[in-house]
């Protein structure tokens, strides 16, 4: 059943930049309450201010709260709840990785992914989620990535997270088929946003410019999809291409591929000393 954003009270994590500032920005027109999370409350204010300039929306609530703490985003959820009433929209936008040689990653920041991509996720929807069961109608957008449904060397954690997010969607969507509450879950591949800083990328290498999607571009297609009750989108023709071929791809063969990945990125980055990872 296909998710109907007017008149909805709209839940956005991840909002201060990125994929998570565009969906907010696209559903800002449409919905009747949007609540925007994230740390940065500098740049959720600045982005309310700036929504609250634009037509038909009637109100925006900012919402700071680290994901990464269980503690708060039951607390979050309580707020929201006793603010706004019934949550009809959750998108689960907030997401953070490292790249890099899993040996040599910094140990706090591979929990912290963990904690945000799988742990805050999980207890935001399992908060949220009952009431639009109980009520026959809402949705949950989570934001995974290409790399949940295939794997890479140097992104280790950040692949086994986004995994989670697939599997998770795709079972939660299963058990509420029928109830009248929609899950979908969108699986970029490159887009042009502050992951990569805030990632890290010691090997210096960047992304071919035609595979790179812009925020807005993956947000319009991810809501769309959402929208239309869509299990699965992959935005744009290239990166729907590659994740494609490596969903296909037989495991041995990406085995052998990935392999030869991971022995240059040792030699470039353990062994000749020409980068280090993230945090060290």
């Known amino acids: 059943m296909a998710t109907q954003f007017d008149g909805a009270v709209a839940v956005v994590t991840g909002a201060s930049s990125g994929i998570g500032a ?10 009747r309450v949007l609540i925007l999370v994230a740390r940065r409350v500098d740049r959720l204010d600045a982005l309310a201010a ?8 009637a109100s925006v609530d900012v919402r700071p709260c680290d994901i990464g703490n269980p503690t708060a985003v039951e607390g979050l959820a309580a707020e929201i709840t006793s603010a706004h009433g019934a949550v009809d929209i959750l998108i689960n936008c907030a997401g953070m990785g490292d790249i890099g040689m899993f040996e040599a990653a910094d140990g706090d920041k591979l929990v912290a992914t963990l904690q945000v991509n799988v742990v805050g996720l999980t207890v935001l929807t399992r908060a949220l989620l009952p009431g639009m069961v109980a009520r026959g109608h809402g949705g949950v957008l989570n ?55 805030v990632a890290g990328n010691p090997t210096g290498q960047t992304v071919p410019a035609f595979l790179e999607l ?18 699965l989108v992959i935005p744009g023709f290239w990166a729907w291409v590659l994740v494609s ?13 990935y392999s030869l990945l991971g022995r240059f990125a040792r030699r470039r980055l353990l062994v000749d000393g020409t980068g280090v990872n993230s945090g060290r």
């Open 22 to 31: 565009e969906l907010a920005r696209q559903l800002a027109p449409r919905v």
């Open 50 to 57: 700036d929504l609250r300039q634009g037509p038909g929306l």
């Open 143 to 197: 934001v995974s990535s290409g790399f949940g449904l295939t794997w890479m060397p140097i992104v280790a954690v950040y692949c086994a997270s986004k995994h989670y997010v697939s599997a998770f969607s795709e079972s939660l969507r299963c058990e509420v088929a029928g109830t009248g509450v929609s899950i979908t879950q969108v699986c970029p591949g490159p887009v042009a946003t502050e992951f990569e800083q």
């Open 214 to 231: 812009s925020a807005s571009v993956c947000a319009r297609q991810a809501l769309r999809a959402f929208e239309r009750g869509r299990a």
């Open 245 to 257: 071929m490596g969903r296909i791809s037989p495991s041995w063969f990406l085995r052998i591929i």
